[in-house]
Every structure is written in structure tokens, then in C-alpha cells.
């Protein structure tokens, strides 16, 4: 069973470009979630996602920030006109419908750079 | 609002000796309490958790966590360390109130460092 999957795994970006960061969850997971992990500082939680439904982005910055979890398909977050101050690893994590409390299952990060 | 805190950002353990990453929490409902471990240039590995039961909860790799609900903390503990044991460890919470689907709450991590 293969583990949550995120592409690229490391990304470079000039200021002004868009980044797009997907993440493909565990088979049989349908919940996603994401953050951003800033050098020193522990994950931030951004945004929760169900199947073609945002159920929590209270962490999600108002602007140039999005996410979706579209029916086929992985998840992708997207920043429009990247600052330098977006620079950070952003994690993917997933976990099975809820029922009972589950852990979240993490994948290796994209590390997105803003030069 | 639900917080985490940490509050050593390192601790150094001679191997073979007892560990202790220390953790507090605060949330307003019960608290589903996660520890990770983060090698460097990795994602995080679930570690263990507690969301109810016996306040001594058992892990992988031998660590072991006891939920003091008095003290709200969620400590991290390993009879004997090992060397490979070294990297970053997080504690998480999230609130019970919210159903238990929510986003993690994270504290800033604990770097381990385990001296042969």
C-alpha cells in the first residue's frame, strides 16, 4: 500500500510565478489535509478537504492561496504570485473517513523555493 | 483556541539512558493527543496517540507516552535510548469538540540528540 505521495518534491520558483503542489493520499483515505512547515518553526495546519469539498481553511492565507481535492485526482494547492516569504516545506497528510479518531498519515513534503 | 507548547528545542541524552521529550497542551473540549518523529529532509512518522483509555500509551520504536489530564501534558518517554533515535519530535493535539476530523495543532518540535 503505498504511502501519500506529493510532487515535486522540491520546486523553485522567481517571485510573481505560481506554484502548484499536489499530494495523492493512501488508498481508501478521503480525508486531506495540509501545511506549511516554516525553517525552525513546527507544521501549520492550512486547509482540511474532503472530495470536492473544503471542509476547513481557517488556515489558509486570504490571498494567492487555494486548494482543492477534485473527485479524480489528487489534491493540489496552488500559490498564485509567490513571495519569498512562501518559501517553506509544504506537507500533504491524509487519513480514512472518520468513524473513530485516526492519525493523519504524512507525505514526504515539497519544498518550495522563491528566489 | 487549542495550543501545544514544547518547551525545551533540545535535549541530549547519553545512549542507553532514559528519555523525556516533555509536552503541554490547552483545548477546550477532550484532547486527541499525537506524537511524530521528522528525519531530516522526511515527512513525519506517526508515533503514537491517546484518545481515551489508559493514560500510558505505547508506541512504535519503544517510546511510550502518559497523558496526565491534571497537568495537561502528553510527555514522550523511552526506557533506553538509542542513537538512531536522534531527530526532530513533534507533539500535536487536536479538539475532541470538533468530532476528531480537524486539522493537528503542532508545537515547534524537540530536536533529540542521542551522544554514543
Known amino acids: 500500500n503505498a504511502g501519500v505521495m506529493q510532487n515535486p518534491r522540491h520546486l523553485v520558483r522567481r517571485r510573481g510565478q505560481e506554484a502548484r503542489l499536489r499530494c495523492s493520499p493512501m488508498k481508501g483515505h478521503s480525508h486531506v489535509y495540509w501545511y506549511r512547515q516554516l525553517p525552525e518553526e513546527g507544521l501549520k495546519f492550512m486547509v482540511y478537504l474532503q472530495k470536492e469539498n473544503i471542509i476547513d481553511e481557517s488556515g489558509m492565507p486570504k490571498e494567492r492561496f487555494s486548494a482543492e481535492f477534485p473527485k479524480e485526482g489528487p489534491s493540489i494547492l496552488r500559490i498564485q504570485q509567490v513571495v519569498r516569504g512562501d518559501s517553506a516545506a509544504y506537507f500533504c497528510a491524509s487519513s480514512p473517513p472518520t468513524g473513530a479518531v485516526y492519525e493523519q498519515y504524512f507525505g514526504p513534503g515539497t519544498r518550495l523555493t522563491v528566489t | 483556541a487549542q495550543s501545544v507548547a514544547q518547551p525545551e528545542d533540545q535535549v541530549n541524552v547519553a545512549e542507553g539512558n532514559p528519555l523525556t521529550v516533555k509536552c503541554t497542551y490547552s483545548?477546550?473540549?477532550?484532547?486527541?493527543l499525537f506524537w511524530y518523529v521528522q528525519y531530516p529532509n522526511r515527512g513525519l512518522q506517526f508515533l503514537l496517540k491517546y484518545i481515551t483509555g489508559d493514560n500510558l500509551v505505547k508506541g512504535s520504536y519503544g517510546f511510550e507516552a502518559e497523558f496526565n489530564k491534571s497537568q495537561t501534558s502528553f510527555h514522550l518517554k523511552k526506557p533506553s535510548a538509542l542513537v538512531s533515535d536522534s531527530a526532530l519530535y513533534f507533539c500535536?493535539?487536536?479538539?475532541?469538540?470538533?468530532?476528531?476530523?480537524?486539522?493537528?495543532?503542532f508545537g515547534k518540535g524537540t530536536h533529540l540528540i542521542i551522544q554514543p
Open positions: 500535536a493535539v487536536r479538539d475532541g469538540k470538533g468530532g476528531g476530523a480537524d486539522g493537528l495543532t
Open positions: 483545548v477546550s473540549g477532550n484532547p486527541y
